[in-house]
């Protein structure tokens, strides 16, 4: 508890705080690498895109952190720019991770601290990952992480009940016509993808292996203009021809095959059982001159509506959905309060910051049935990042119910505790629970 930084002032919120940070994380959306789940030196602590992309926004050139370059010298480069950042809530979660795990005690990371640090938190030897792994995952008391797992990944080499394989698709509906997707596919699946009926076939492949190895949903981050509609294989059959051989497509055709992709998806997420996690709305490569990672940004004129068909066409299907601009808030709670399979997940990306969470989460907790959300999910690359995004959460989460529901509604802290169980882990053990566990 002395390394958290989001502690409440508040007593009572302190006093539900700590009672929620004492239980395990069940984290339903993250990239980390299951060969590689921890960091092994500093660089790649420091190489999450927030930093770079952060730094180089208040002055820090691109070229400081290309990765060509050695990692104790890029971490060395970035950190004589994060005294212009110590004021997000990026650089919180990096303090405390300094904290946490590398039995760090300044008060601030730079130029000055760093080398100090750097040694603190190499873990590179040989032989000493697997063990820096499993220490990190004791320390953040986690129960399951949600892998992101391209539709090619053999699955192999870990333990899928901890580190949960998610099949991502965003490459399936966006790139088919790439021939490099469509090898990957083929490959992937042993199937001759030529028409409609084979990509059918190789999709359903998919499905198969991906919930024989363990995977508990089904994932795709969506550009604000794609429009989900119901697509007739047979009106699809000529632009997924002409997509598979590789020919030039007009914008109808390109719409065309990302439609009859998608739809075939959802349609088997409901053959099997998996949840669809949407996540709309990023618009990539806004900004070319950027660091990677910091390019993309989000269109405000994105609007669920657009999605109303398909809520409608598979109520079987549950769909957590993440919105990435802070203002889209309000739609998603709708939407939540209407439709019975649609779930509010998370807190995405440029929304994944306290004033928005709080604004977001106060309207959920009284508007959208309890047994509807997910509270929270870390969209880490790292595991060491999982413990300070959630207590951010958790601490908004304490202070909401000690506001709203303990002083406003008059309940007991421990109905307040058993409202924040449910978001935090009943629902998502329940909505992500394996098949043939549901």
């Known amino acids: 508890m002395s390394t958290a930084l989001f502690v409440p002032h508040d007593p009572l919120a302190r006093e539900l705080f700590e009672q929620i940070v004492t239980w395990p994380i069940y984290d339903p959306h993250s990239h980390i690498d299951a060969h590689r789940p921890a960091s092994r030196n500093l660089d790649e602590v420091l190489g999450y895109h927030y930093y770079t992309e952060l730094a180089h926004s208040a002055g820090m050139p691109a070229s400081e952190v290309d990765p060509g370059l050695e990692p104790r010298q890029r971490a060395r480069n970035?950190?004589?720019?994060?005294?212009?950042?110590?004021?997000?809530?990026?650089?919180?979660?990096?303090?405390?991770?300094?904290?946490?795990?590398?039995?760090?005690?300044?008060?601030?990371?730079?130029?000055?601290?760093?080398?100090?640090?750097?040694?603190?938190?190499?873990?590179?030897?040989?032989?000493?990952?697997?063990?820096w792994d499993a220490a990190v995952w004791e320390e953040t008391n986690l129960e399951a992480v949600f892998l992101t797992n391209e539709f090619d990944d053999p699955l192999e080499g870990w333990d899928t009940s901890k580190y949960v394989p998610c099949l991502r698709t965003d490459d399936l509906v966006l790139k088919l016509h790439e021939p490099r997707t469509l090898q990957r596919l083929m490959a992937s699946t042993n199937v001759d993808v030529g028409d409609v009926k084979s990509l059918r076939m190789a999709l359903a492949s998919l499905f198969e292996y991906f919930v024989g190895h363990g995977a508990r949903a089904c994932a795709i981050s969506l550009p604000p203009d794609f429009v989900p509609r119901e697509a007739t294989p047979i009106a699809s059959q000529n632009s997924v021809r002409r997509a598979l051989t590789h020919m030039d497509l007009r914008p109808d055709e390109h719409e065309e095959v990302r439609t009859l992709v998608f739809?075939?998806?959802?349609?088997?997420?409901?053959?099997?059982?998996?949840?669809?996690?949407?996540?709309?709305?990023?618009?990539?490569?806004?900004?070319?001159?950027?660091?990677?990672?910091?390019?993309?940004?989000?269109?405000?004129?994105?609007?669920?509506?657009?999605?109303?068909?398909?809520?409608?066409?598979?109520?079987?299907v549950t769909f957590p959905v993440s919105t990435l601009s802070p203002d889209a808030g309000a739609e998603l709670v709708a939407f939540s309060w209407i439709f019975p399979n649609v779930v509010p997940n998370g807190h995405w990306w440029y929304s994944n910051v306290p004033a928005f969470i709080a604004a977001d989460l106060k309207a959920r907790l009284q508007a959208v049935p309890k047994t509807k959300q997910v509270g929270y999910y870390s969209d880490a690359y790292k595991l060491e990042f999982i413990l300070p995004k959630f207590n951010m959460y958790r601490r908004l989460?304490?202070?909401?119910?000690?506001?709203?529901?303990?002083?406003?509604?008059?309940?007991?802290?421990?109905?307040?505790?058993?409202?924040?169980?449910?978001?935090?882990?009943?629902?998502?053990?329940?909505?992500?629970?394996r098949p043939s566990e549901g």
């Open 263 to 316: 739809w075939t998806l959802a349609e088997l997420c409901d053959e099997w059982s998996l949840p669809f996690d949407l996540m709309i709305g990023p618009i990539r490569n806004v900004y070319p001159a950027g660091v990677a990672g910091g390019r993309d940004l989000f269109d405000r004129r994105v609007s669920l509506h657009e999605y109303a068909g398909l809520f409608n066409r598979f109520p079987r």
């Open 78 to 131: 970035l950190a004589r720019h994060l005294h212009r950042i110590d004021n997000t809530v990026q650089y919180s979660w990096l303090l405390e991770i300094a904290r946490a795990f590398f039995g760090f005690e300044g008060e601030r990371i730079d130029a000055d601290t760093i080398d100090d640090l750097d040694r603190r938190a190499d873990h590179s030897a040989e032989g000493a990952g697997p063990a």
């Open 397 to 433: 989460l304490a202070e909401s119910l000690a506001e709203d529901c303990v002083r406003g509604l008059g309940w007991s802290q421990d109905r307040a505790l058993e409202l924040a169980r449910t978001i935090l882990l009943d629902n998502p053990r329940r909505i992500f629970a």
